[in-house]
């Protein structure tokens, strides 16, 4: 079967691109603190999202709706009612984290079905198993800290569907367990859908030298002539002992694309893509080349190579822990 | 307001681990949790002194738990976390994975690192037998009153990360390891060297986080000295208390007075900083802007 490949969309302009370059599934959230993507400008409102779930269905395509923060006490409403509307809006899924959520989800919308976030970081087969026992949970978005041969173990181990990051920003830190970003700035993903966000970055000229600082906190500095890093947290520089520099991550982002067929031996069902943020024709072209790299494989060819290293960020890219160098 | 004593989060000698718990024994607190909550390697350095400490603190009167790890991957840490559910103490889940190998009807705590956010998570866990539960420490004081209330109609007992450096992320990836440039597998426990973290400062030499291992520390220690009424009054049950190599003991007495009314607000902090010298203090994601700051600087 061939493999499934998920798309970010942050607009419906980037749905209806994903859609006709090729994708399987997209997936997209409320314009709202609902999802990990709440940046000003993305995102979509109730109608919006009726009618990208309704182009969609017309193309052939799915549409998974990303809730996938963790809902604030005291006001739960406001999370319950994103997946009243997704459901109402014909989603194909929803995409949860919280286990409150998915308690709600489950008793409420029982013909709704259900994927794990990789906001809930489930990295092995017993609490994948669990998820599903509990709430009816079809499919887990891995965790970025597993390698090849620990997703082909947890496939051994479960019927639930397994779909893995394979382009795109990267966490290092286990998703969804990281308040690195609220420490310094007030903002976390967990929360408020945000991780280092923009509303908190500040860059200066230092003597010659441009300085990030993220939060009040230098964590970058480089020549005024060298492109300026995004200041995000854990790929930032720091000293520590007699070391400096990124003693986190560098700031690379995931590209697994060479991966493939392992990950399709692996037993995995389907491949992710992050970018919600990102443009339509990024994500247009992006989506193009990984179902071109699916379908190749699928007729027993090999895979195009290298076609997506320009458009990583950094222009540095990484397998990250699939072949965990670093174990 | 009780006292818990968290799990300690740093590699320590065997010898050093076992004085702590031993005095513990006549710290004055009320409960303790104990066992490796950060790194599955460190375990078998003090792994068979963990029974001894535990019949030791419950004859000096603790109540006793025994963590889970923070982040189950191999199957090594699976089959632990399944013996977990055998010795006979209750456990405190800090991987949801633990739900999986609880014994059936038995009680359990919820430790920091479960992401316990609003009323839905709460009730879930207390249906599936869960009696207390130390809430994340990012959440804001809003956040602890809406649960503390929750919790009251649950039976539910709801701490607040109270005293130490705190658990910002936890990673597949050993940072200790890499700043030795080595791997994890064979990163020769270079985490033993830090007992309290190791600081990791910014561009600019400000101090700002602790890399401890697979863990990543806030630079700052939590302290919610100034809180301590606003906690109570909100129904929080216990504040916990993290363990750190420097007067330890010193903190849970600092903390008794404290919340016993003895001292006044202040008097925790300004012993606190003597104790870690050059030590910065936090209690901002209770009531802050951002986790790292001080609700005295704002004050002053």
């Not at chain 1, 290092?172 to 976390?188: F, K």
């Not at chain 1, 060298?226 to 982002?253: I, R, W």
């Not at chain 1, 692996?266 to 379908?295: C, H, M, P, W």
């Not at chain 2, 709460?122 to 869960?130: R, S, V, Y």
Request: glycine content about 8%.
């Amino acid at each position: 079967m061939v493999m499934e490949i998920v798309c970010p969309a942050g607009t419906p302009a980037a749905l209806r691109a994903a859609v006709k370059a090729g994708a399987h599934t997209v997936y997209c959230g409320f314009n709202d603190e609902t999802n990990a993507r709440n940046f000003p400008g993305l995102n979509f409102d109730r109608d919006e999202m009726r009618e990208g779930v309704g182009f969609a269905h017309k193309h052939g395509a799915k549409v998974l709706v990303a809730i996938n923060t963790f809902p604030r006490a005291g006001d739960q409403a406001i999370w319950h009612r994103a997946i009243d509307d997704a459901h109402s809006a014909g989603a194909d899924a929803v995409i949860l984290a919280d286990p409150g959520l998915l308690d709600y989800a489950a008793r409420d919308h029982p013909d709704l079905r259900l994927h794990l976030s990789v906001q809930a970081a489930a990295a092995n087969a017993d609490i994948i198993n669990y998820y599903a026992d509990a709430f009816g949970v079809k499919r887990v978005v891995l965790p970025r800290v597993l390698s090849v041969p620990e997703i082909a173990a947890i496939n051994a181990e479960t019927d639930v569907e397994t779909e893995v990051f394979v382009f795109g920003g990267l966490c290092v830190m286990a998703e969804g367990r990281c308040s690195l970003s609220s420490y310094a700035t007030g903002l976390s993903p967990n929360m408020n859908g945000v991780c280092s966000p923009a509303s908190h970055v500040e860059y200066q000229d230092d003597q010659g030298e441009l300085s990030a600082k993220l939060g009040g906190y230098t964590i970058h500095r480089v020549g005024k002539d060298e492109p300026a890093p995004y200041p995000t947290l854990c790929k930032g520089c720091f000293s520590a002992g007699d070391q400096s520099g990124h003693l986190f991550e560098d700031p690379v982002s995931l590209n697994a694309e060479q991966l493939i067929p392992q990950l399709q031996k692996a037993g995995v069902t389907a491949l992710k893509i992050e970018g919600r943020q990102r443009s339509k024709s990024y994500v247009a072209q992006v989506v193009r080349n990984f179902r071109n790299a699916v379908d190749a494989l699928e007729a027993g060819q090999d895979l195009p190579a290298g076609m997506l290293a320009g458009l990583s960020e950094g222009q540095a890219t990484t397998t990250g822990a699939y072949k965990k160098t670093w174990r | 307001m009780e006292l818990t004593v968290g799990a300690n989060q740093f590699f320590w000698t065997a010898d050093n681990w076992s004085a702590l718990y031993d005095e513990l024994t006549t710290a004055p607190v009320d409960r303790v949790v104990l066992g490796e909550v950060v790194c599955s390697k460190r375990l078998p350095f003090y792994q068979d002194r963990i029974p001894e400490a535990v019949a030791r603190l419950v004859d000096a009167g603790k109540e006793v738990a025994l963590t889970s790890l923070a982040l189950i991957t191999l199957k090594r840490e699976r089959k632990l976390t399944a013996a977990l559910a055998e010795m006979g103490v209750t456990i405190e889940i800090n991987d949801l994975t633990a739900l999986a190998h609880l014994p059936k009807g038995a009680d359990f705590w919820v430790g920091p690192l479960v992401n316990v956010y609003n009323e839905g998570t709460l009730t879930w866990l207390a249906g599936l037998g869960a009696s207390r539960v130390c809430l994340p420490p990012e959440l804001p004081l809003a956040s602890v009153k809406a649960l503390t209330s929750a919790a009251a109609d649950l039976g539910v007992a709801i701490e607040v990360w109270g005293h130490g450096r705190l658990p910002l992320a936890i990673s597949g990836r050993c940072y200790h390891a890499r700043l030795h440039k080595r791997t994890k597998d064979n990163c020769q426990f270079a985490c033993e060297d830090d007992p309290d973290g190791l600081e990791v400062r910014t561009l600019d030499d400000q101090p700002f986080m602790a890399m401890n291992g697979v863990q990543t520390l806030s630079g700052s220690y939590a302290c919610v000295d100034h809180q301590v009424e606003l906690l109570t009054k909100a129904g929080v049950s216990a504040l916990r208390l993290s363990p750190q190599s420097q007067g330890f003991l010193r903190v849970c007495e600092l903390y008794r007075d404290r919340v016993s009314g003895a001292k006044p607000a202040g008097s925790v902090a300004d012993e606190a900083r003597k104790l870690v010298p050059d030590a910065n203090l936090s209690d901002g994601f209770l009531t802050g802007d951002n986790g790292a700051s001080w609700s005295q600087d704002i004050a002053s």
